[in-house]
T-cell receptor
């Protein structure tokens, strides 16, 4: 158990809908990262927050947005969903601001299926 | 443009030593190179990290040459349970994190 929790575990929805994925980092960790992993694909970095502020941005679509709250949990919002958004979405947390030396602890993921 | 390159897949047999090499150009001068392991439908987990030369822990070794343009993850005496995808992670000169595409390692009996 990494100490990172993600809810829900599974989500099935229809095209055009909007969903929110939630992540609680490990106790004391200040950074939260979001990743998308499509079937048999590698990790695609979406976005990172550090202590409430956006720290780094990857290949995140404009239909997607995220935020980190004062209690450090984070939410990833996906809107106008398309079939291609079906994937595993991972959240990770780390203690510091996000160097490669900063070990990331990954949650179990949320499996999103868009029908 | 910084890029991290690793082989897409590798096969080996139980009991063998496996070496997976990652190439990372334009790497940040003051950051580490980190490797993660991912099993199907699970999040990646940390294996090992290093800055230069050789680092060893209970599961793997990491070799990083002086120019730091590559790193090699070494798994001694692999078993079937080492079948997984292995990712290298480094940072570019702007300290933006760069993930490799992952190496799918299949261990055969």
């Amino acid at each position: 158990d990494s100490g990172v929790t993600q809810t829900p575990k599974h989500l099935i929805t229809a095209t055009g809908q909007r969903v929110t994925l939630r992540c609680s980092p490990r106790s004391g960790d200040l950074s939260v990262y979001w990743y998308q992993q499509s079937l048999d694909q590698g990790l695609q970095f979406l976005i990172q927050y550090y202590n409430g502020e956006e720290r780094a941005k990857g290949n995140i679509l404009e239909r997607f947005s995220a935020q980190q709250f004062p209690d450090l949990h984070s939410e990833l919002n996906l809107s106008s969903l398309e079939l291609g958004d079906s994937a595993l979405y991972f959240c990770a947390s780390s203690a510091s601001s996000g160097r490669a030396s900063d070990t990331q602890y990954f949650g179990p993921g949320t499996r999103l299926t868009v029908l | 443009l910084a890029k991290t390159t690793q082989p897409i897949s590798m096969d080996s047999y139980e009991g063998q030593e496996v070496n997976i090499t990652c190439s990372h150009n334009n790497i940040a001068t003051n950051d580490y190179i980190t490797w993660y392991q991912q099993f199907p439908s699970q999040g990646p987990r940390f294996i090992i990290q290093g800055y230069k030369t050789k680092v060893t822990n209970e599961v793997a070794s990491l070799f990083i040459p002086a120019d730091r343009k590559s790193s090699t993850l070494s798994l001694p005496r692999v078993s079937l349970s080492d079948t997984a995808v292995y990712y290298c992670l480094s940072a570019d000169s702007n300290y933006q994190l760069i993930w490799g595409a992952g190496t799918k390692l299949i261990i055969k009996p």
